[in-house]
């Protein structure tokens, strides 16, 4: 079955534009997230969802945001762009969960590479 | 606070060595583990995961981690290396909410010699 899909895989964007990247989770995921790659700062969480709902969010700015339709594919944006945004933006899903023993493994895309110049 | 240590940033081992690569992690609560690998150009790919149960687990590629509940570590170990094992290694461990918010380690980068 195909796995999580993103798009575009590769933007170059100007500072102070926004950006939206998209991800279509595995069928069946209802949970995803949204991480950002660096070389300095690593792979970070930035939010979840599921049905359509934020379940978690990470430590960064307001100017990044998501949302998920009522398909499950999401949309991350990014506002007023700075240089230190460019970076690997990667999207996962998983399935529900019946319980904290049962547990569900988490997928990746193969990631948005986004550039600020 | 939720945190996971990888002990090792770069490792350079030759074929057939044996790899053990260290993480641990200051969770409370049920924690689930997971050791991610991204191949150079590739994507996130998992190679193990611990829920519960039998506290070794094994991967693919002939990984496997071992799941140490009073350490605090899930250590990955595999006992004979290949050169395409050439790759960055990832500990992530889970609260036991279930959710799709995985914390990273800083990472593991292998290098191995042919």
């Known amino acids: 079955k195909a796995g999580v899909t993103q798009t575009p895989r590769y933007l170059i964007k100007t500072r102070g534009q926004q950006v939206t990247l998209s991800c279509s989770p595995i069928?069946?995921?209802?949970?995803v997230s949204w991480y950002q790659q660096t070389p300095g700062q690593g792979l970070q969480f930035l939010f979840e969802y599921f049905s359509e709902t934020q379940r978690n969010k990470g430590n960064f700015p307001g100017r990044f945001s998501g949302r998920q339709f009522s398909n499950s594919r999401s949309e991350m944006n990014v506002s007023t762009l700075e240089l230190g945004d460019s970076a690997l933006y990667l999207c996962a899903s998983s399935l529900p969960t019946l319980g904290p023993s049962s547990g569900n493994t988490i997928y990746f895309g193969e990631g948005s590479w986004l550039t600020v110049v | 606070a939720q945190s996971v240590s990888q002990h090792n940033h770069h490792v350079i081992l030759s074929e057939a060595a044996s790899l053990e690569l260290g993480c641990n992690y200051s969770?409370?609560?049920?924690?689930?583990l997971f050791w991610y690998v991204q191949y150079p150009g590739q994507h996130l790919q998992l190679l193990l995961k611990y829920f519960s149960g039998d506290p070794l687990v094994k991967g693919i590629k002939g990984f496997e981690a071992e799941f140490i509940k009073s350490k605090f570590s899930f250590n990955l170990r595999k006992p004979s290396v290949q050169w395409s094992d050439t790759a960055e290694y990832f500990c992530?461990?889970?609260?036991?909410?279930?959710?799709?918010?995985?914390?990273f380690g800083q990472g593991t980068t292998l290098q191995v010699k042919p």
């Open positions: 069928s069946g995921h209802r949970s």
């Open positions: 992530a461990p889970r609260g036991s909410s279930n959710t799709g918010k995985l914390i």
């Open positions: 969770y409370g609560g049920t924690v689930n």
